[in-house]
């Protein structure tokens, strides 16, 4: 299956070994941090030995079907962020996160809505997802606001993971938001 996807504004791609600059700039940005690990950047030589390599072995995991993936503008070419939509490394093929990280130049342009919606359509209509899940920090209702947006609601309240607990609003936790198939197909009907 090629991994291309479009929406009005952006296409998403899959990643390549050449693309590990685009993603230590992401992870250098204190903004963009701020609810990952407090504002502190990911160690240039974390992305391009363990996460990158991870990120291209799951291409073949599964088969090009699910994965994290390059977003560009279509009008500049220009590498927005990414977007995820994949099953847990060892979970059911009909469970799927759905993730972004996008630069601070995309904030606020509704590109986080914009291709979450696509991810949706394309995990219920083509690839046979049951649910699509996504977790998020308490203090971070940007990213709560794009999954309400899309029809995802509060199925639990989370813990801060152990390696989160120096992050601003740790002490509040987090929230597990979820989608079903039928939900989305009678949001879409």
């Known amino acids: 299956m090629s991994w291309y996807l479009e929406t009005d504004r952006l296409g998403l791609r899959q990643l390549g070994a050449d693309d590990a600059d685009l993603l230590i700039e992401l992870d250098s940005d204190p903004a963009v941090m701020r609810y990952l690990s407090g504002g502190e950047p990911t160690a240039p030589e974390e992305i391009r030995d363990l996460a990158l390599p991870s990120i291209l072995a799951g291409y073949d995991r599964w088969a090009g079907r699910f994965g994290l993936f390059a977003a560009d503008e279509k009008a500049t070419g220009a590498f927005v962020g990414w977007f995820c939509l994949r099953p847990e490394r060892e979970g059911p093929l009909d469970e799927a996160e759905l993730g972004y990280r996008l630069r ?27 649910v699509v899940w996504g977790a998020t920090m308490a203090l971070n209702r940007p990213s709560q606001h794009v999954m309400e947006k899309v029809g995802m609601t509060v199925a639990e309240k989370l813990p801060t993971p152990d390696d989160m607990l120096a992050v601003e609003g740790a002490e509040l936790g987090g929230f597990r938001y979820e989608i079903t198939q039928d939900e989305w197909r009678a949001r879409h009907a």
């Open 104 to 130: 601070q130049a995309a904030w606020g342009k509704g590109y986080a809505t914009e291709m979450s919606s696509a991810l949706l359509e394309r995990a219920f209509t083509e690839l046979d997802v049951r």
